[in-house]
């Protein structure tokens, strides 16, 4: 009698190996063949479940896109405006060690697919999902009267993407120059600068 | 009777070469082999002028490093100090296809030093020269008296730096978004948040 599986299970089971291997390894060695061993299945099996290796890798962003919003989902804003939204914020900065391998993935991922156009898709939705967390941070500094006048809520969003972006690749890349306190404390300023 | 040939200007000719496959394919693969082929010389010929491709790779950075040094360099900012420094920054945005295609190998080259830490000084030269030219902005607007009062020099320009990295992120991954006169725009609007 063949064993019953449940597949969604697996497939979660084989994406945790493959976050493990790229963590280890790099997005370059994290092969088929590598992660089909780090999960204990043969290459075949592995196939079952993703046919191919981009597959796999959209599956791991997804899952990096579904944990960064249950993180945002599961906030308390609280009464202060304002260190609410840095808390938001900060959860798309490196400020611990998964959210520094998600998002090392996340640039290893994004490079890939100024090669690979077909892969751009898979990167779409964390951006979405960054521009619009920070649309809802200046909307609410605006809500709460404590942004300046005439703010142009999308421009500015525009800009703390770019900023938040910017911040975290230099944190990633630059740890000894941008170290966490030194970019919390430049995204505060930052959020300040768009208040009375 | 050997040919006599003038080494530099060969590993020059060398690199022109690999700046094109890794334009034409990607970094992942430009290999010595492609690059050798299409320099048209044998991977040994190659191997003279650079005995690893991590060698290569430095040499190809350093001469973005020298171009957009040069292109600083000869920079006249002229009487406007705001629009001359928007020009400035603008160096590092990929606004055209040559620059385009040296932020992508610069992303590229960085993302791969994220697994293989030797290679992180490479990039670190081409880093510390836009922090220099940011914070060269923030004071050129503060020696011009344009500044607002109490401006913290380093503060901003590591601000500045970071948001012209994630900008030029954003122009190379969704230009569809972030179109290059978006982010002009953006630019323009944060460089006069910084005066009175």
Chains 1, 2 share one sequence.
């Not at 791991?60 to 405006?81: A, D």
């Not at 690979?116 to 960054?130: F, Q, T």
Request: hydrophobic fraction near 45%; charged fraction near 30%.
């Amino acid at each position: 009698m063949p064993k019953i599986v449940d597949h969604d299970k697996q497939k979660q089971i084989v994406a945790e190996a493959a976050i493990r291997v790229i963590r280890r390894t790099g997005l370059d060695r994290a092969t088929v063949r590598n992660i089909a061993k780090e999960a204990g299945l043969s290459v075949g099996s592995l196939r079952h479940y993703f046919s191919t290796q981009d597959e796999l890798f959209a599956f791991c962003m997804n899952i990096f896109r579904e944990r960064t919003e249950t993180r945002v989902e599961s906030m308390e804003l609280g009464e202060e405006v304002l260190p609410a939204l840095k808390r938001l914020l900060l959860q798309f900065l490196p400020v611990d060690e998964d959210r520094k391998m998600e998002m090392e993935v996340w640039l290893s991922f994004s490079t890939k697919s100024l090669m690979r156009p077909e892969l751009k898709r898979i990167g779409e939705d964390m951006y979405a999902g960054m521009r619009s967390a920070s649309l809802f941070a200046v909307h609410k500094l605006m809500e709460a009267k404590l942004a300046k006048k005439d703010l142009d809520a999308d421009l500015e969003a525009e800009t703390l993407h770019a900023l938040l972006d910017g911040l975290a690749i230099h944190q990633l890349l630059y740890p000894g120059t941008m170290p966490a306190e030194r970019s919390e404390l430049l995204l505060d300023r930052h959020l300040r600068s768009l208040c009375e």
